[in-house]
C-alpha cells in the first residue's frame, strides 16, 4: 500500500558526484521525517542523513561538506546530492521515510529496496 522507489545509484570514480533520489507513493496520510541510510558489505546499517519535516537536517559525520539531503513535500520525495565520493562510499543506499497510512495510526517507517553505490578508486 505504500511504495517507496529509489533511483540514481550506479557506478562512479571516486571524487565524482551521483544523486540518489526516492519517491513514495500509495496510502500515505502523513510525512514525518526522511532520510536515506547505507550498509556496506560486513557492517551494520547506519544513518547518512535525514531530514525533518521542518527542513532541519541532520548528517553521518563521514558525510558532512560532501553530501546534502533535500526533500519536497508537495512530491513527496527525499533526495541525497552526494559529491567528493570515496570508496568507503561504496554500499546500498536505502531511503526511509517516517509516514503515517491513516490518521489513527501511528507514524511508522518505511524502508525502499536499496539502490547499489560503488566508487571505485
Known amino acids: 500500500q505504500v511504495q517507496l522507489v529509489e533511483s540514481g545509484g550506479g557506478l562512479v570514480q571516486a571524487g565524482g558526484s551521483l544523486r540518489l533520489s526516492c519517491a513514495a507513493s500509495?496510502?500515505?496520510?502523513?510525512?514525518?521525517?526522511m532520510g536515506w541510510y547505507r550498509q556496506a558489505p560486513g557492517k551494520e546499517r547506519e544513518l547518512v542523513a535525514s531530514?525533518?519535516?521542518?527542513?532541519?537536517?541532520n548528517y553521518a559525520d563521514s558525510v558532512k561538506g560532501r553530501f546534502i539531503i533535500s526533500r519536497d513535500n508537495a512530491k513527496r520525495t527525499v533526495s541525497l546530492k552526494m559529491n567528493s565520493l570515496h570508496p568507503e562510499d561504496t554500499a546500498v543506499y536505502y531511503c526511509n521515510v517516517n509516514l503515517k497510512t491513516l490518521p489513527i495510526n501511528p507514524y511508522d517507517d518505511y524502508w525502499g529496496q536499496g539502490t547499489q553505490v560503488t566508487v571505485s578508486s
Open positions: 500509495g496510502r500515505i496520510w502523513g510525512i514525518n521525517a
Open positions: 531530514v525533518t519535516i521542518t527542513g532541519r537536517t
